[in-house]
């Protein structure tokens, strides 16, 4: 079957904004069903189909339900449904989950059975990154190849070449910003420290990190302490940033804090150990 250009053209869009939505795409029918295998809709996270068809009234609500889930987990899954005489043939109740298939009814007359495929395209999240160092360089060409949507902030005449970040500011005044997760490292390295580090605790993030010793984190949080910055939000400043493994140059500080950012990003997703393995890492902070 062949895709409408609209749907083509709507992801594209949608991916190029950063914007969340599910793509969903049947990938089997049997017997009498209002759409054939290759239909593809676009979904948007309030339940509205904005492209595509997959099909009536037996279809949407089971393929909605699981968009709306996609969206929330961040994780691929199959629908099948089917008519309630079939499900109960496989011993299985609407709603249940069997080995990475979600089981719903199908209550149209045609009693066809429907698979579909649903992915989530979420936006990337962002990395933001406050300073001028080499350590600042450093992150904005490692991350962008990890997926990172990296915005850059720092006077940018200290810059000998223009940084490829997608996002630059020059100064560390950062506006407006986009509703995905953000994950924040201060590497201004002697060069404007207070300054940045004002500006990131204004900013919500899921990590906030510091690079630069300890000594001097807490010299600064001792500063901004005493000017009345919330001690609970100041200890969540990761200092230094990065995980533990004796990293030297600036791209291997660059890598031990993406690596650090990257098992926060990915927690949950792969276990409960993970969480472990995030927290012996980092027991050096």
């Known amino acids: 079957m062949t895709v409408h250009p609209d749907v083509l053209e709507l992801i594209s869009r949608l991916k190029a904004a950063d914007e969340a939505f599910v793509l969903a795409t049947v990938v089997r029918t049997v017997s009498v069903t209002a759409a054939k295998a290759g239909a593809k809709a676009v979904i948007r996270p309030d339940g509205t189909i904005v492209a595509g068809w997959i099909g009536g009234g037996c279809a949407r609500g089971a393929t909605l339900r699981a968009a709306h889930e996609a969206l929330a987990d961040g994780k691929s899954r199959l629908v099948s449904i089917q008519p309630e005489d079939l499900l109960a043939e496989l011993g299985v109740k609407p709603d249940e989950d069997r080995e990475g298939i979600k089981f719903a009814k199908n209550m149209c007359p045609s009693q066809g059975t429907m698979d579909i495929f649903i992915e989530p395209i979420l936006p990337r999240p962002a990395l933001l990154i406050l300073g001028s160092s080499p350590v600042a360089e450093a992150l904005v060409e490692e991350a962008r190849p990890l997926g990172y949507h990296v915005t850059l902030a720092a006077p940018l005449a200290e810059f000998p070449t223009t940084p490829e970040a997608d996002v630059l500011i020059d100064g560390f005044e950062i506006g407006p910003l986009t509703a995905t997760r953000r994950f924040l490292v ?8 207070e300054a940045a580090l004002r500006a990131a605790l204004s900013i919500d993030a899921e990590y906030h990190g510091f ?21 609970a939000m100041l200890d969540r400043v990761k200092a230094p940033a ?9 791209e291997e500080i660059a890598m031990s804090i993406l690596a650090e950012i990257t098992a926060r990003r990915r ?6 150990s993970s969480l472990k393995n995030v927290a012996a890492a980092s027991s050096h902070a």
């Open 186 to 193: 201060v590497s201004t390295q002697g060069k404007g420290d």
């Open 211 to 231: 690079v630069g010793s300890r000594r001097k984190m807490a010299a600064l949080r001792q500063k901004l302490a005493a000017e009345g910055f919330d001690a």
């Open 242 to 250: 990065g995980l533990d493994i004796g990293a030297i140059t600036p």
């Open 267 to 272: 927690l949950g997703q792969r276990g409960e």
